[in-house]
């Protein structure tokens, strides 16, 4: 059974932005089945108990990542590069790289993460840039950026570090690579299905996800697959709450014990819900499907807060 079937949005990832509020980004149906790429960020009080429109656009909108800083800062992007920024003074637009030789060359934009000081976007072609003021972005992909003389499929779906001075990006062909004393380095790895997230814990300490139900743990150039039998479904996404690895498939959660074994999370809302994109911050975890938005402050009891549904 499913409570999601007459939901008229669809919604593509989510961002604990606070204690207090969630963010989403969502499309109508309607809308999409035309053509339309309009999209919207959607924000959740939670002392309201309610959703509130916070910018709506006429582009196709993927990842948001929030910068708290003097001024606190959304940022939203999509596949083609287009970036929205919404603070307290209003709303404002930039591409990361609107030139011949980037996005439109290489191919869209996948992720979008917060790295030491500076936000990062990686995709298609292992494009990674780095914003360094309003409306600059560099490339910081020079030993791995695809030359135009390949012309198989290669590209970073995912991206992920604790500082600026080591980062790693995971995509196409199983691909590991890592940034490292301001170069890039191709790792060993034990897989070439498509991997889809990284997600760094430590300094010896990174998991890696993907399709047929990959699950890699390791550090710099030494991994090893993490052998399970619960799933072959695709692994989108992974977070870490309360000292735990959390997964998600479209449909499902997992959690990741400390002697590896892995679990289905029982979310025990009496329906089946759509999920695959997770995030963490401030003691909330919010997992996001494309038809049902969830949270929990435990990993226990979770709370079903689909606009439509509350």
């Given at each position: 059974?499913?409570?999601?079937?007459?939901?008229?949005?669809?919604?593509?990832?989510?961002?604990?932005?606070?204690?207090?509020?969630?963010?989403?980004?969502?499309?109508?149906?309607?809308?999409?089945?035309?053509?339309?790429?309009?999209?919207?960020?959607?924000?959740?009080?939670?002392?309201?108990?309610?959703?509130?429109?916070?910018?709506?656009?006429?582009?196709?909108?993927?990842?948001?990542?929030?910068?708290?800083?003097?001024?606190?800062?959304?940022?939203?992007?999509?596949?083609?590069?287009?970036?929205?920024?919404?603070?307290?003074?209003?709303?404002?637009?930039e591409d990361i790289d609107s030139s011949s030789k980037g996005i439109s060359l290489h191919g869209d934009i996948r992720d979008l993460e917060f790295i030491g000081e500076h936000l990062y976007a990686t995709g298609m072609g292992r494009q990674v840039y780095r914003s360094v003021g309003?409306?600059?972005?560099?490339?910081?992909?020079?030993?791995?950026?695809?030359?135009?003389?390949?012309?198989?499929?290669?590209?970073?779906?995912?991206?992920?570090?604790?500082?600026?001075?080591?980062?790693?990006?995971?995509?196409?062909?199983?691909?590991?690579?890592?940034?490292?004393?301001?170069?890039?380095?191709?790792?060993?790895?034990?897989?070439?299905?498509?991997?889809?997230?990284?997600?760094?814990?430590?300094?010896?300490?990174?998991?890696?996800?993907?399709?047929?139900?990959?699950?890699?743990?390791?550090?710099?150039?030494?991994?090893?697959?993490?052998?399970?039998?619960?799933?072959?479904?695709?692994?989108?996404?992974?977070?870490?709450?309360?000292?735990?690895?959390?997964?998600?498939?479209?449909?499902?959660?997992?959690?990741?014990?400390?002697?590896?074994?892995?679990?289905?999370?029982?979310?025990?809302?009496?329906?089946?819900?759509?999920?695959?994109?997770?995030?963490?911050?401030?003691?909330?975890?919010?997992?996001?499907?494309?038809?049902?938005?969830?949270?929990?402050?435990?990993?226990?009891?979770?709370?079903?807060?689909?606009?439509?549904?509350?």
């Amino acid at each position: 059974m499913t409570n999601s079937k007459n939901n008229p949005l669809s919604f593509v990832s989510g961002y604990v932005q606070d204690i207090e509020h969630i963010l989403v980004t969502a499309q109508i149906d309607e809308l999409a089945e035309v053509g339309e790429p309009d999209s919207f960020v959607l924000s959740w009080k939670h002392s309201d108990y309610k959703w509130w429109e916070t910018c709506d656009l006429e582009w196709s909108v993927t990842r948001i990542c929030v910068f708290s800083g003097q001024t606190e800062q959304i940022f939203a992007t999509g596949p083609l590069g287009r970036v929205v920024i919404h603070e307290n003074n209003g709303m404002r637009e930039e591409d990361i790289d609107s030139s011949s030789k980037g996005i439109s060359l290489h191919g869209d934009i996948r992720d979008l993460e917060f790295i030491g000081e500076h936000l990062y976007a990686t995709g298609m072609g292992r494009q990674v840039y780095r914003s360094v003021g309003d409306d600059h972005w560099v490339h910081q992909d020079l030993g791995v950026l695809q030359h135009l003389s390949i012309t198989e499929v290669t590209g970073f779906n995912s991206i992920d570090g604790l500082d600026e001075d080591d980062i790693y990006a995971v995509g196409f062909y199983g691909e590991i690579w890592q940034f490292h004393k301001q170069s890039w380095q191709q790792l060993e790895s034990p897989t070439n299905v498509i991997l889809n997230k990284v997600k760094v814990i430590g300094k010896d300490l990174v998991y890696v996800c993907g399709q047929q139900g990959m699950l890699l743990v390791g550090a710099k150039n030494q991994w090893k697959i993490i052998e399970h039998d619960v799933t072959k479904d695709q692994i989108w996404d992974m977070e870490w709450f309360h000292n735990s690895l959390y997964l998600t498939t479209d449909t499902c959660i997992y959690r990741l014990h400390s002697d590896q074994t892995l679990e289905l999370v029982d979310i025990n809302l009496g329906y089946q819900i759509t999920c695959g994109f997770l995030h963490a911050k401030d003691g909330l975890m919010v997992a996001t499907g494309r038809k049902d938005i969830v949270w929990t402050n435990d990993g226990v009891i979770w709370q079903d807060i689909t606009p439509g549904r509350i």
